[in-house]
């Protein structure tokens, strides 16, 4: 149906609406041609043309707001009606040519202001009674009284003490299977070949997720209405590589085999293998690995031991994570020993680089990703890098390299990936103290949150609320051969 402004018909006294629009924006209700107009500032009316002065949009129910008219009363409510004649977007009377107006119906911007009405608030209260219950009712002076005397939730977002995103603390991990996800934090740092510090990265990632909500706009999403999450803590990772390895893979593995999304924050990239050893082994099939990064990670060893430039080596040596569908996105720069380009060419694995990305589109890369990563494969992993991105972006990571990814493009590739579904996650390569602005850990955060949305919204996690809007606008459609393969 087209909707727009309105003609008056001398025959049958009809209204109808059309789509139209001025140069500069679109018209407002427009006065029947044959009645008297009052002049008005900004209405410049002519005999024989139909001209008004701008104002707002027509969704869903603009009220007038032009000046008054005997037949038009100023704020009269404004009703799409269905057009006989022209009812379909560009189509216009004979003569009187408007361009394509901007139709929020099919914008994110008003798509998401729809969406939010669905989302619910039963997490929300919950967590206020949680609150109140573990953290006293407030001082009888504060009005507001879902405000507790201790801080136990979400707000204020500058205090109580930080997990990611403000999630519930798990002491009791034998608990976990009660959640659909759980953060795990890999303090490990033992496999850093120059700038150490990302032992950090867990505590510098959760420090700054307590400045975010769990409500994104533009994703239509409330992950406490949608999502059972908590954050199980920090493995207590030994200070030697192999004894490190096993108990990240064993702490990964307690949450995974509990039928449980395991989120990793590292920690070098060393940890990547244990972190897939973890997962591969309750997997009914192979896995695939979606790798977004600068280095290849790819060679055997690296001053005789498996150091963050090695885990894809070793991963794809799991037997069910062949190295045929492991993808790198992103590779590139200077910084790429030639050992694990050696071993890529060998293994067959798929490299993609920032020129390569650019050049086909986020949308194409992500594609092809997904199509190499799920070949055959039962669960694809993800792991993101944050040196994946420009180093002007991201100065706390151990090896930053100018040239990589913008984090616009970057969180789109980490949706568009996660959308058919991940059996895990880890973010690695967080070193906080080379940023004091805490930038890289918030490019680290809002990764995470991202992908978790996209899982919601797309049904491979949690509970994503029923709705009566169409599919989001901004969703490119999936054309892999996966998804031909299911029609």
Known sequence: MGFGHSHSHKKKNMVRRVRSASKAAQHDLAHAEDKD??????????????????????????????????????????????????????????????????????????????????????????????????????????????????????????????????????????KVSQFDAAIIGVPFDIGTTYRSGTRFGPQGIRRISALYGTYNYELGVDLRESLKWCDVGDVF???????????????????????????????????????????????????????????????????????????WFHATNIPNAPPVNLVQLGIGGWQAPRPGVKVGRSRGTTVLTIDDICEMGVERAAEIALDVAWKGAKAVYLSFDVDSLDSGFVPGTGWPEPGGFLPREVLKLLRLVAREGLSGMEVVEVAPAYDPSDMTALVATRGIMDVLATLVNEGKLGRKPPTELPPPPYWPERKSKKAKAKK
Not at 118 to 133: I, M, N, P, S
Not at 136 to 159: C, M, N, Q, Y
């Open 37 to 174: 107009h009052h002049d008005s500032t900004g209405h410049d009316w002519i005999a024989g043309k139909h001209h008004h002065a701008e104002h707002g949009q027509p969704y869903p129910d603009l009220p007038s707001s032009h000046h008054p008219h005997p037949q038009h009363a100023e704020g009269y409510p404004w009703a799409r009606v269905e057009h006989a004649d022209y009812d379909k977007p560009g189509q216009v009377p004979p003569g009187h040519p408007h361009p394509e107006v901007f139709d929020p119906a099919v914008r994110q911007g008003a798509w998401a202001k729809f969406r939010e009405k669905e989302l619910g608030a039963k997490g929300w209260k919950e967590e206020v009674d949680r609150c109140l219950a573990h953290g006293l009712e407030a001082a009888p002076s504060v009005k507001d009284r879902t405000i507790s005397t201790f801080a136990r939730g979400e707000l204020p977002h500058f205090a109580g003490i930080n997990t990611f995103a403000k999630t519930p603390y798990l002491e009791d991990v034998n």
């Open 237 to 311: 990772t030994i200070a030697n590589i192999e004894k490190g390895f096993d108990q990240i893979s064993k702490a990964v593995a307690h949450v995974r085999s509990n039928g449980v999304f395991p989120i990793m924050l590292g920690g070098d990239h060393s940890i990547g293998y244990p972190n897939v050893r973890g997962i591969a082994p309750f997997i009914d099939g192979p896995v695939g690995i979606i790798h977004i990064d600068r280095h290849v990670d790819t060679q055997e060893t690296d001053m005789d031991e498996r150091m963050h430039t090695t885990p």
